[in-house]
C-alpha cells in the first residue's frame, strides 16, 4: 500500500512550520541549484510530480508555462497548493506518483522535487515519465541523496557534549526500505544507489545531461549558520536528462 503520510493530521502539521513550506522556494537549500537546471519554461507544458504545495507549478506559470499539472497524493498538500493558485493554467490531480496514465508526448517538461525515494520502484517511474515526455523533452527531479538515506536513522554521530562528529553511512549498497523518523516516526522513504538512479534513467533511454550535489547557496550559509553542517556531506542529488 502506497504511503500518505501528508495526510496525517500530525505530521502535516509539522511540515507545515518547515522553512521550505512557510518561505517556499526561497526556503529551500537546493532550490537556487534546480532553478539554474530548469529548462526555458514560456508556452512549454510542465508536470510536477509529487507537487506538494504546488511552489514550482507557481514558479512555472511566472515564467509563463502554457499549462502546468501538479500531482500530489495528498489531499491536504492539494488543498494549500489550490489556495494558491489563481487562474487555469494550473491543475491538480490527486494520484500517487505510480498510478500516473498520461497520454504519451504530452509534456515539455517533467519535474519533481524531494519525492521518489518515498516510491518503491523508480525504474517504473522513469518508463512512465519518458512516455509522458515530448521528443527531447526534459526531465528534472530531486531526491534525498543515497547517503543521507542508507541507514534509517538519517542522523549525525554526536560526541558526549552533543557536537556533531561525522555522517555515518552504512548499508549502501542494500537498496530497500528504511523506516525512519522525519517529523513524525514511521516514515517509509526506499534506499537506492547513485548507480540505480542513473542506470534506471539510462534504460529508460534518457540522456543524462547534469548530475549536481548542492550545497545551501553563499547567502543561505551567511543568514543561517548551522546550515554550514550541509557542506560536510551531501543531503541531495539532483538530476537533469533528456528524452532522445
Known amino acids: 500500500m502506497k504511503q500518505n503520510k501528508y495526510d ?3 505530521f502535516f502539521s509539522a511540515y507545515e512550520k518547515m522553512p521550505r513550506s512557510v518561505k517556499g522556494l526561497e526556503g529551500a537549500g537546493e532550490w ?14 510542465l508536470l510536477d510530480l509529487g507537487c506538494g504545495f504546488g511552489w514550482h507549478c507557481l514558479y512555472a506559470r511566472e515564467q509563463q508555462a502554457r499549462a502546468v499539472t501538479g500531482v500530489d497524493i495528498s489531499e491536504k498538500m492539494l488543498s494549500k497548493a489550490r489556495e494558491q493558485t489563481d487562474g487555469p493554467y494550473i491543475s491538480y490531480i490527486n494520484s500517487s506518483i505510480e498510478d500516473i496514465d498520461f497520454p504519451d508526448s504530452s509534456f515539455d517538461v517533467v519535474f519533481s522535487s524531494l519525492a521518489f525515494h518515498y516510491l518503491k520502484s523508480f525504474e517504473e517511474v522513469c518508463k512512465k515519465v519518458y512516455d509522458s515526455l515530448k ?27 552533543g557536537n556533531l562528529l561525522h555522517w555515518p553511512v552504512d548499508n549502501y549498497q542494500t537498496e530497500g526500505i528504511r523506516e525512519t523518523t522525519f517529523l513524525t516516526e514511521n516514515v517509509i ?28 547557496s553563499d547567502q543561505m550559509l551567511k543568514e543561517i549558520p548551522e546550515m554550514l553542517h550541509e557542506t560536510r556531506r551531501p543531503m541531495f542529488l539532483i538530476i537533469l536528462a533528456e528524452k532522445l
Do not use: C
Not at 537556487?32 to 507544458?45: A, F, G, I
Not at 522513504?189 to 548542492?214: C, Q
Open 8 to 10: 496525517d493530521a500530525k
Open 135 to 161: 521528443p527531447e523533452g526534459t526531465f528534472l527531479f530531486s531526491v534525498e541523496h543515497p547517503i543521507f538515506t542508507s541507514r534509517k536513522e538519517q542522523d549525525w554521530y554526536y560526541d558526549e557534549q
Open 189 to 216: 522513504k526506499y534506499h537506492r544507489t547513485i548507480s540505480t538512479y542513473i542506470n534506471n534513467l539510462l534504460d529508460a533511454g534518457f540522456n543524462i545531461k547534469a548530475v549536481n550535489e548542492p550545497v545551501p
Open 32 to 45: 537556487h541549484v534546480l532553478k539554474e537546471l530548469m529548462p526555458q519554461l514560456k508556452d512549454k507544458t
